[in-house]
């Protein structure tokens, strides 16, 4: 018998081509040529993920399939194995991975004050650019990690340097052991990496924000296009590098739904459609993602189940994670649904064996097994551009292959072999006997039952007398079981068996307690296929929560539409020359302002009782920090070229906070870290939307500027960036829009320039096409920013915080500027000592139009208070003190032709309040934009039991998961953090 195997093993190993490449000389022995073939008979062959072949053939030579199917002609020099009941797949391909590449390590410490400069000369200005990293040169075979790959189905692996926002060249490698490189790479320079994050290994501070990333790369392919004319008079290696591989494919890692479309936008603006990684969460935003049009990436880390079983620590677990444990498994059945091209990565598995049970899970979820199979080998092939070599068993690929049991993604299948380029890896014996089953399992004079599950080389036992669950172990080695099992009185029996090939029963010795010794028998009383299928007969299918618009608590469950609707007798806070309206009548109709009167017919619109209760416009917060996932981009002193639009966060609950304060409109500011800061966006609270569809409509360009202790870093212990005095803050100034106005000249002279995305903002403001909303509180401050102003004649449009106004109130209605100032905020630092509360009035009283704002996410919801305060400090009228947070804020946004103020034509923002806006006992009964209701107070109410409800079934899945051995994580609170302008 051993010399049939040694014969067979030679026969093998003669099949397998030469490792030296033929032009080389070989000095240990003689130089032949293998001519010898492999043919795999008589097994299910999956050429394709939907080409099968019952019964087929599979030949191979020299490391590469020649043919396969149903009648082959085998030559005579070919080695013959019968795989009668097996199965053979294409081995998978993990196209994004770290495999054999070193990858950078964070360095310990830290400089007292950030680095703005970069570190390297001859390569581009910012030192997260180096796409002139080869992967390949970092690259060393790690033979345990390819034994391990292996081990889970896979062939082949794109790796990478996973650093850096521009990363290089990747490296596609197969997993073969016995080989030299010259085999084993595939592609050295198989496609070109990019992300959003920084080098942990690079400290220049720029950029330090998602906004200054995406900057950042617009620049550099700007910067591309302009070296690869010629007009650069030095050597950029970065650029060079850069342009040398944009023919690759173009990978990048964007980590969640939202980043994957921002990354396609910035290929959409370059002509480059990247492949990008996504994050598991793509079914929440499935439309927009399926307009990228792009190839997707997907991580299978489907997330483990909380362990809630204690309520304190379960009350840390947010419902949004809850949920998204339950949703995350039926990601890629919706992806495939929608006709999305993905492929599976191991990228963030904690080990390559996990693979197959995510995997089982995505199909228990509805993905079927041909697209899971697709998912791991002609995907990722087709991303790569290499289906004529992997992915596939069609002739001419390399011999890349799995040869199991069954269906290679049952949790009861054996992978026995997985063979690289025609080289022969066993994994698991083919020849070992399958002992999984249930056993009666007699020990002395007691019977227990014994259920032995798991994989086949790798099975484990569970012992049981009656209902109650021993404590066992069990090994299978070769031919060899040993097992032990501890009984409730805590006895313990060792047993030793040899498998016997005419049997399915177990027996061998048995070691007693007291150390005599005897015999044990385990009598099979169902194979493994019996006991699957029971199993598979039992099983239920998963219960999914649907998907919320955004998909966390107080979503909704559909979009919401416009419609038409009719006030009865509201009081109408109109914000016009009408001023306050008594039992008046509004009629709203395709999201616009209809008639404004008495007794108005309703025709078909929706008709509410506004008996006693007040319709205002909707409120409008100048200054606000909510729903950015930045705000800051503090790495330079300017950061023009930074948008906020960029980074806008649908998900946040502040936006439905707000729309229960009244809110329908905010200006979402660049915080104050730098004199010139990003652009801003205006955004509809449209809870519910994507980001695009939140921001304003055609809305006005604006910037965020900042004055004073924060742009010179006073508190923030920073002493090597410009400028570190006010006076410094000007020079900025007047230095950047020198250069603009320069820039300017040269781009309309018809001249050839290089495009600055920064410098196309600043003249924007020269040319009056921008306006500037301004940080400010010192009065000495507020004057040189105009003088700055009128010396490149512009204006500034708002000052906001503007808490030194009452000072130069005369000097602002003269520049022509408006103030957005707080109600009655002072000496939360020092240069806000001066701060009053009789600001706000005292600047109206000069003819400066003037907002209050909350710079806060809290005071925002309340922002009808706050604009109550003004009646209190100054003085000001109700209708001029509500006109503080409706129509005045509109203006200075420019946007009060089409809200802040109830008039026909005008769009239908409005909200219906139960009590005079101004009082504290006032709530927002409904929230409209555009004719569309977003918050509605008795929707609220049903929402608030909704999700309680959904809450505890969720707790309940995760504790059934607990019980049936599933694996849990310990409970987590994960709070986003609220903006303000200092954030950073």
């Given at each position: ?164 926002i521009a990363r290089g060249t990747g490296v596609l490698v197969a997993l073969k052991s016995e080989a030299n490189e010259a085999e084993r ?800």
């Amino acid at each position: 018998m051993k010399l049939k195997y040694l014969i067979v093993a030679f026969a093998f190993l003669c099949a397998i081509p030469l490792s030296s490449q033929d032009y080389f000389p070989k000095n240990d022995g003689v130089k032949a040529e293998n001519n010898n073939y492999t043919a795999l008979t008589n097994a299910r062959i999956y050429v394709t993920p939907t080409q099968i072949i019952e019964n087929g053939v599979l030949l191979i030579k020299d490391g590469k399939v020649v043919s396969a199917g149903t009648s082959v002609s085998i030559p005579p020099n070919s080695v013959q194995v019968d795989l009668k009941g097996k199965s053979i797949y294409p081995s998978f391909i993990d196209v994004y991975s770290k495999f054999g590449v070193e990858q950078p390590k964070r360095p310990s410490g830290g400089g007292r004050s950030p680095q703005y400069d970069p570190t390297r000369e001859g390569f581009y200005w910012n030192d997260h650019i180096m796409p002139e990293a080869d992967a390949i040169n970092s690259y060393k075979y790690d033979d345990k990690s390819a034994k391990s790959l292996r081990e889970a189905g896979f062939g082949v692996v794109n790796s990478h340097i996973q650093d850096g926002i521009a990363r290089g060249t990747g490296v596609l490698v197969a997993l073969k052991s016995e080989a030299n490189e010259a085999e084993r790479i595939v592609d050295d320079n198989s496609a070109q990496y990019f992300s959003f994050d920084k080098s942990v290994i690079k400290r220049q501070s720029y950029p330090t924000s998602l906004m200054g990333a995406m900057a950042l790369l617009r620049q550099m392919y700007n910067d591309a296009s302009w070296y690869s004319k010629g007009m650069v008079d030095t050597k950029d290696r970065s650029l060079e590098a850069l342009l040398e591989n944009r023919s690759m494919v173009q990978v990048f890692e964007a980590g969640n739904a939202g980043n994957i479309l921002r990354a396609d936008k910035i290929g959409d603006a370059f002509g480059i459609q990247y492949a990008i990684l996504g994050g598991g969460n793509e079914f929440e935003l499935i439309d927009e993602i399926k307009s990228a049009n792009a190839k997707l990436i997907i991580p299978v880390n489907f997330p483990d189940a909380y362990d809630v079983s204690d309520p304190f620590q379960a009350d840390y677990v947010s419902l949004k994670d809850m949920r998204f444990w339950n949703q995350a498994p039926s990601n890629p059945k919706i992806l495939a649904d929608n006709g999305v091209s993905f492929s599976f990565t191991l990228h963030e598995l904690k080990s390559p064996s996990a693979l197959k049970e995510k995997i089982g899970k995505a199909i228990e979820y509805g993905l079927s097994e041909a697209k899971a199979l697709e998912a791991l080998t002609l995907a990722p092939a087709t991303l790569l551009g290499k289906t004529d070599l992997i992915g596939t068993l069609q002739p001419g690929r390399y011999a890349n292959f799995l040869i199991t049991s069954g269906d290679v993604f049952d949790k009861e299948t054996t992978l026995y072999e997985n063979w690289v380029q025609g080289q022969k890896n066993i994994i698991n014996a083919m020849d070992q006997k399958d002992i999984r089953g249930k056993y009666d399992l007699r020990l002395g004079a007691t019977t227990y039952d014994l259920d032995i599950t798991g994989e086949v080389s790798k099975p484990k036992a569970e012992v049981k007398q009656d209902t109650i669950k021993l404590t066992s172990k069990l090994s299978y080695d070769g031919d060899w079981v040993t097992m032990s099992v501890t009984t409730s009185d805590r006895n313990t029996y060792r047993m030793t068996a040899r498998i016997s090939p005419d049997s399915d029963n177990l027996s061998g010795k048995l070691l007693m307690p007291d150390g005599g010794d005897s015999r044990f028998t385990a009598v099979r009383k169902e194979g493994p296929s019996d006991s699957a299928e029971k199993k598979d007969g039992d099983s239920k299918p998963p219960t999914i929560m649907p998907v919320k618009f955004p998909n966390v608590g107080y979503g909704y469950t559909e979009k919401k539409t416009a419609q038409d609707m009719l006030f009865r007798n509201a009081t109408v806070w109109t914000g016009e020359a009408a001023g306050v309206l008594e039992n008046t009548d509004v009629l709203v109709r395709n999201g616009k302002i209809s008639r404004i009167g008495k007794n108005l017919n309703a025709g078909n619109a929706r008709v509410i009782d506004a008996s006693g209760k007040h319709l205002t416009a909707g409120i409008i917060d100048e200054h606000s920090h909510i729903a950015g996932l930045a705000i800051n981009e503090a790495g330079q002193n300017s950061s023009a070229e930074v948008k906020m639009t960029d980074v806008v966060d649908p998900t946040d609950m502040d936006l439905y906070r707000n729309l229960a304060g009244g809110v329908t409109t905010v200006q979402l500011l660049h915080g104050s870290a730098n004199p010139i800061g990003g652009r801003s966006a205006i955004l509809r609270l449209k809870w519910g939307e994507s980001a695009d569809k939140l921001i304003f409509e055609n809305s006005p360009k604006f910037i965020k500027f900042a004055l004073g202790e924060n742009v010179k870093q006073s508190n923030w212990n920073s002493f090597n960036r410009f400028p570190q005095t006010r006076m410094g803050v000007e020079q900025v100034f007047v230095n950047y829009f020198q250069r603009a106005k320069e820039y300017d000249a040269l781009k309309k002279s018809g001249k050839p320039y290089r495009y600055d995305e920064e410098m196309e903002v600043l003249v924007e403001i020269l040319n009056g096409e921008r306006f500037i909303s301004c940080h400010s509180y010192v009065q000495s401050e507020i004057n040189m920013l105009m003088k700055v102003a009128e010396k490149f004649n512009f204006r500034v449009n708002t000052f906001t915080h503007i808490l030194e106004g009452y000072k130069v109130a005369d000097k602002m209605a003269e520049h022509g500027v408006g103030g957005s100032t707080f109600s009655d905020w002072w000496a939360y630092k020092y240069e806000v000592n001066d701060a009053i509360p009789y600001n706000a009035a005292i600047m109206a009283s000069q003819g400066v139009t003037v907002a209050i704002n909350s710079d806060d996410a809290e005071m925002s919801r309340r922002l009808n208070q706050e604009a109550a305060k003004t009646v209190k400090y100054g003085g000001m009228s109700e209708e001029e003190a509500w006109k503080t947070v409706t129509i005045n804020p509109a203006k200075l946004l420019h946007i009060d032709d089409r809200v802040g103020s109830i008039k026909e034509g005008k769009e239908a923002d409005l909200v219906l309040w139960n009590a005079h806006p101004l009082s504290v006992y006032a709530k927002a009964e409904k929230t409209i934009i555009q004719g569309t209701t977003y918050f509605d107070l008795e929707v609220d109410k049903a929402l608030r039991e909704a999700v309680k409800k959904e809450r505890s079934e969720l707790v309940k899945m995760m504790l059934d998961e607990k019980e049936g051995g599933g694996k849990m994580q310990r409970p987590a609170q994960r709070k986003k953090e609220r903006f303000n302008c200092e954030s950073l």
